[in-house]
């Protein structure tokens, strides 16, 4: 009876170790891929001997700890920047990696705004969020809007805020392959940088960002400069 009982205890202890390994392991999957599909999530776990039920319940289990977040339909996977076009299709991110994404939208909006200041503050967060969060397309996007507009907001920005700028759109473009939806009002916002560069910037970093970008699209005024 006292041998039964202590088996009994053995996998009870088993099974709560087993389901702290599940979770464990798809938090550490989650830190490395930014979103996971969850077909293919389900998938991999069960490669590595797992049951479905059993990773469904430690889903549930990280979903309602607040560990993990679960995106579906195609304004969630705009919002993400998940190139998915099944809207009926989910995906796994961290909670801690959604947090971050409204800060980054938030961030992103000051860019727009009146005051200087404020989007010099908000050019340094971005740099400082590069190096450990990686931009996605629509966040490109509202940064490349925020000073291709018609006010032109980069005149009056100091060398250190333009060159930070360009070093974020050049990593995000020509080091994370991320292609623009507004080709054209970058190209252009680049020559007017390359035309102020000698009168303002006088960077050596900031004309071969610059110079790396519009060889990116091909321009000819990369051979005047050369």
């Known amino acids: 009876m006292q041998k039964m009982k202590q088996n009994t205890l053995n996998q009870k ?12 392991e798809i938090i550490d ?14 998938n991999h776990f069960k490669a590595k001997g797992y049951s479905k039920s059993k990773i469904e319940r430690a889903l549930v ?13 195609l304004e969630d996977f ?21 947090v971050l994404k409204k800060h980054i939208e938030e ?36 940064i490349i809007d925020a000073f291709t507009d018609e006010s032109n907001k980069t005149e009056e920005l100091d060398k250190n805020s333009i060159g930070v700028l360009v070093n974020i759109v050049s990593n995000c473009i020509l080091a994370d392959g ?32 610059i110079l790396h970008l519009l060889g990116n699209y091909k321009e000819s005024v990369v051979i005047d400069q050369l």
């Open 13 to 24: 202890a088993n099974s709560t170790k087993k389901k702290a390994n599940i979770e464990a």
């Open 29 to 42: 999957l989650l830190s490395k891929e930014e979103y996971f599909r969850r077909s293919r999530l389900i």
């Open 61 to 73: 289990t990280l979903k309602e700890s607040k560990k993990i977040s679960k995106g579906k339909g």
């Open 78 to 98: 705009k919002k993400y920047g998940i190139d998915e076009t099944a809207e009926n299709a989910s995906y796994f991110l961290l909670k801690k990696t959604t």
């Open 107 to 142: 961030v992103t909006s000051l860019l727009k705004s009146n005051d200087s200041q404020d989007r010099k503050d908000a050019i340094s967060e971005l740099s400082l969020y590069k190096s450990k969060y990686n931009i996605n397309k629509v966040e490109l996007k509202a």
């Open 178 to 209: 991320i292609e623009p939806d507004r080709e054209t009002r970058l190209v252009e916002w680049l020559k007017r940088l390359l035309e102020d560069y000698h009168q303002k910037y006088k960077s050596e970093s900031l004309r071969r960002n």
